[in-house]
């Protein structure tokens, strides 16, 4: 028999990782709440149509599709065969085989969802949603096939404020989580304005996902995959002064306003991030011209958080403005702008700097262990349980009958349980406990003593 495992890419956690998860998620969520965003769900797989073409050819091919079920009592056998062989010749879909997949990502979602219940809803809507995503990618560290998002989208203004409450709450986020990031921001406007005065108006999709691999391909390697793309030579030299240029944030205004001058939309862009900049106070916003983000469906400010210590320092937080997603299900001018924190990221970049707060993770665990002597002695610990739990304490009971005190020890130390009670006949009678910890005990304690010591 072989040993059990899972696919390549996903993970299994175990109750201390959960601790750790859950402090991340639970501080994400403050926040999201404290800015008055709202929770929603959506289902893990969505309608394949309403998937594809949302975040450009190679995010297609990223999406797990899934196949339609019984299709072995399919009366068209002759037809899915030859759909399945067009499928390993060009990666064709059709409803024959597939009509849904797991979703890529929570925004293209919560565009539908917007749609759908859009006569429910109170505009400007406000919306977070933590949810797995899958992706079909090659799994390394930090990028897995399963993952959680956890998205805060504004949808129906169109306000810079919108940005402004963004970068704020990356900030105050990361700051609870003493985790240091710059937080980069670009405009696809700028970009958009950069591919009309090059003259590649219409290359600006496979320009802006060219550029947003400089960090891992480098000049040569985008301008490779330029070229492949069909960017012409004197586009190209144009070109270079953006993926080349350094400066502070107000030089690098100024050359981009240089740069876009013959464009109306580029400029536009430029006026936007002055905006942002001249209103916000956050000291680790910076200006990076070169960020992309390469999903299509952005239209104006996109923005990504990096990790700023240690060796691994992936962006944890993406997202940008969108203007006309939902305009793709049937309801146009509504315009969204939102982020997403990558928790799994954020995990590795926190556990690598060791920045896991054990006394804030002890607040999830067990805090007091009921041991006993007997069965009559368990059968006393019962009540005493749950005078314990509506008090509000976290306690157990051992569930087995064993006089072995040693063994009930044991499972408390391994369970990092801090305080325990044995309960013997001498306890029954007179309802007089000593509260034990690994260091100290404490004698003739009344169940109202216990109560007391552990809720303070």
């Known amino acids: 028999m072989s040993k059990p495992s899972i696919p390549a890419g996903t993970r299994d956690f175990s109750p201390a990782t959960m601790a750790r998860r859950n402090y991340i998620l639970d501080t994400i969520k403050k926040y999201f709440r404290l800015y008055g965003f709202e929770q929603i769900e959506t289902p893990a797989m969505e309608n394949l149509i309403t998937l594809t073409g949302k975040y450009g050819e190679e995010g297609d091919q990223l999406l797990y599709k899934i196949l339609n079920s019984r299709i072995h009592e399919s009366k068209e056998k002759d037809k899915l065969q030859e759909e399945f062989k067009k499928s390993l010749e060009g990666a ?103 591919a009309e005065v090059i003259g590649e108006k219409e290359k600006i999709v496979d320009i802006t996902v060219a550029i947003d691999k400089l960090d891992k391909i480098g000049v040569e390697g985008v301008n490779k995959e330029l070229k492949e793309k069909g960017v012409g030579q004197t586009a190209l030299i144009k070109l270079q002064p953006l993926i080349t240029f350094k400066g502070n944030t107000r030089e690098k205004l100024d050359f981009l306003k240089k740069l876009v001058a013959g464009s109306e939309i580029g400029l536009k862009g430029v006026e936007e991030l002055e905006y942002i900049f001249n209103n916000c106070s956050a000291a680790n916003l910076e200006l990076d011209i070169t960020l992309a983000r390469g999903l299509n469906y952005y239209t104006g400010a996109i923005f990504e958080a990096k990790a700023n210590a240690g060796t691994f320092t992936p962006s944890i937080t993406g997202g940008g403005r969108y203007d006309d997603l939902t305009g793709i299900f049937g309801l146009p001018n509504m315009s969204g702008v939102g982020i997403s924190f990558g928790v799994d990221r954020i995990y590795d970049v926190m556990e690598e700097l060791n920045l896991f707060p054990a006394d804030k993770l002890n607040l999830q665990n067990t805090q007091i262990l009921l041991m006993h002597m007997g069965e009559a002695e368990q059968q006393h610990g019962l009540g005493m349980l749950t005078a314990l739990r509506k008090a509000g304490i976290r306690a157990e009971i051992y569930p087995d009958i064993t006089k072995k005190l040693n063994k009930q020890f044991d499972y408390a130390t391994k369970k990092d349980i801090p305080y325990a009670v044995v309960i013997g006949s001498n306890e029954v009678s007179t309802q007089k406990y000593s509260l034990k910890t690994k260091d100290s005990k404490l004698d003739d304690l009344s169940l109202e003593d216990i109560i007391s010591k552990l809720s303070k």
């Open 92 to 194: 064709r879909n059709t409803p024959v085989l597939t009509e849904r997949a797991l979703r890529y990502d929570l925004t293209v979602p919560f565009a539908r969802y917007v749609v759908q219940h859009q006569h429910e809803i109170t505009f400007p809507f406000k919306r977070f949603q933590i949810q797995p995503v899958w992706r079909a990618d090659k799994p390394q560290k930090g990028r897995y096939r399963e993952f959680y998002q956890c998205d805060a989208d504004m949808i129906g203004s169109n306000s810079l404020v919108n940005e402004l409450e963004l970068v704020q709450l990356m900030n105050d986020v990361y700051s609870e989580l003493k985790l240091p990031v710059i937080i980069k921001i670009n405009n696809r406007k700028v970009l958009s304005g950069i």
